[in-house]
């Protein structure tokens, strides 16, 4: 096993996805004894059967939540029940067993309380939590397994686009491909989702952007998300600001980053909606300075501003390019929020490692 949580280079610039804790929580679920023998030990890797359904049906899902050190030092989870649910509704939409939602927040309160010293005082760093479950029975009948296998891993976080936080991003529409369709687990957080959007995102760096912006797969008219994160457009109105985001439509994910927003933009006296928007009225409403600022928010990513779209019919950029103010102020508010500094609005964060 390689970790790089002590590595010098991790302390100063972990990046995103690779600067493993040192320890992993597992549980195993099969049709005669339910989830069973759990275990908290090192993180080490698998040995599967070449069979292993869930290699060749993706039946896997996984999460993604963050824990984060207050100033006071203690350090808390960010709403991890959320998280445990949509996790229970991605397994039940790929016919696998549902992990209890008490069971995954003791996952996440072993883990966190193991490996908090990773986690250093800067603000900018987190702790990002992968929860996973696949198909482990070795056998290639086109059938649900009969057994499954949850994994809780952890690694130090950085910032997902770098570290200059309110970068903004390019982004390139896609038009020849789509992410998700009706009836199928676009609202799901499942493995399956995430290898056929590679080719889209490789054709959006070929094109000088970060990101791919995907549209609707019936019509490819209606925004739905940027890459694996929710949408947020920011009007100016008569009437003062809206906070605006595509509503879930059953072919995107709903976010807990997303909700936490809506909530937060209320709270800040942003009048809040969600609704279907177009590709067209996007740009139109940029041309005619209506939309003013538009982000792209999730765990890895937190909230990210889009500053220019490419797109066949026509580029663009939004507002001055840069970082708007609703967005600055939401960011800043849910950061504030995840760590402490502001008062938590019910619930949000789960204190596992108590100040000291």
Not at 159 to 170: E, I, R
Request: hydrophobic content about 45%.
């Amino acid at each position: 096993m390689t970790t790089q949580s002590s590595s010098p280079a991790a302390a100063v610039s972990p990046g995103h996805g690779d600067a493993f804790t040192d320890h992993m929580v597992s549980l195993s679920w099969n049709v005669v004894d339910g989830w069973h023998d759990r275990r908290v030990g090192e993180l080490e890797p698998l040995v599967v059967h070449p069979a292993t359904i869930g290699l060749h049906y993706a039946q896997v899902v996984f999460e993604g939540l963050k824990a984060h050190r207050g100033p006071d030092g203690s350090v808390s989870v960010f709403r991890p029940d959320r998280n445990a649910l949509r996790f229970q509704r991605s397994a039940k939409r790929l016919a696998m067993p549902e992990l209890p939602v008490d069971d995954f927040l003791a996952a996440v309160d072993d883990l966190v309380r193991l490996d908090h010293t990773a986690l250093p005082d800067d603000p900018s760093i987190s702790l990002y939590l992968r929860p996973l479950m696949f198909a482990n029975e070795p056998n290639l009948m086109l059938r649900p397994s009969a057994e499954y296998r949850f994994l809780l891993m952890a690694f130090v976080a950085g910032g997902f686009f770098g570290d200059q936080a309110l970068a903004p991003v390019s982004v390139l529409v896609s038009r020849e491909h789509s992410r998700a369709v009706v009836g199928g687990t676009g609202d799901v957080k499942c493995a399956a989702n995430y290898g056929p959007s590679f080719v889209a995102q490789r054709l959006a760096q070929q094109a000088g952007c970060q990101q791919v912006v995907w549209l609707d797969a019936a019509e490819h008219r209606w925004v739905e998300e940027m890459g694996g994160m929710n949408l947020f457009f920011v009007r100016r109105t008569a009437g003062g600001t809206e906070v605006v985001t595509p509503a879930l439509t059953g072919t995107l994910l709903p976010g807990v980053t997303r909700e936490s927003l809506l909530v937060l933009a209320d709270r800040l006296g942003h009048t809040v909606r969600e609704e279907r928007i177009s590709i067209d009225r996007w740009r139109t409403e940029c041309a005619a300075g209506v939309i003013t600022e538009v982000f792209a928010c999730g765990t890895a990513a937190v909230v990210t501003p889009v500053g220019a779209v490419r797109d066949r019919d026509g580029d663009w950029v939004v507002g001055d390019g840069t970082a708007g103010p609703v967005t600055r102020q939401l960011r800043q508010a849910l950061v504030d929020t995840q760590r402490g500094v502001l008062p938590d609005p019910g619930g949000w964060r789960r204190v596992v490692v108590p100040a000291p």
